[in-house]
């Protein structure tokens, strides 16, 4: 299971002051109300900055971090990544699970036979279709429905699932 987060991406800068424009890759784009601190991941090296003010434009997230004051330091950051700690996430009910702690799970049928690899969660408007990856490279969907995930155990890194005919087909 990782330990943190990406919950959006710097794609450009906002006004004179060190202001960022994020792109957020989160559920709940509200969430950065609450945040205190991110991890900026994806430049020379990583660091925390503090989040000194939150802003929202269209879908995109202004963020003023307190470390940074100029738009000639905001441009340095563009393109890195926004993380955030385990600690920090959105609680999930139960039975919802962070996508990352899904993607690598070994996924088995009923019978405890390996299917493949959960590769990607896809989202849809009706539900998220889990991405498997056979063994020999070749990639199906299956609806994450309870009538087709039958246990998911990211702690033990499996999930089970019942195939229902002609699914890998498709």
């Known amino acids: 299971m990782v330990s943190r987060f990406q919950v959006g991406t710097i794609v450009g800068t906002h006004g004179l002051q060190g202001e960022v424009k994020v792109f957020p890759v989160t559920d709940d784009p509200e969430r950065f109300r609450k945040l205190k601190k991110v991890y900026l991941v994806g ?3 990583e ?11 269209g879908r995109f997230v202004l963020l003023k971090f307190s470390e940074i004051d100029s738009i000639e330091e905001a441009q340095k950051i563009r ?3 926004l993380e955030i700690d385990r600690a920090d996430a959105v ?4 039975g919802e699970y962070y996508i990352p702690d899904l993607i690598g799970l070994t996924v088995m049928d009923e019978n405890g036979k390996t299917v493949g690899t959960l ?3 896809v989202r849809t408007g009706a539900n998220d279709c889990y991405e498997i990856t056979k063994e020999d490279g070749k990639k199906f969907l299956i609806p994450a429905i309870t009538d087709c995930i039958k246990e998911v ?3 033990q890194g499996f999930m089970r699932i019942f195939m229902m ?3 890998e087909d498709l």
């Open 43 to 45: 430049g020379r090296e």
């Open 47 to 57: 660091k925390t900055v503090s989040i000194a003010g939150v802003k929202f434009s």
């Open 79 to 81: 393109g890195e990544e």
């Open 91 to 94: 609680p999930l009910g139960e």
């Open 119 to 121: 590769s990607d969660v």
């Open 153 to 155: 155990n990211p702690e």
């Open 165 to 167: 005919p002609g699914l």
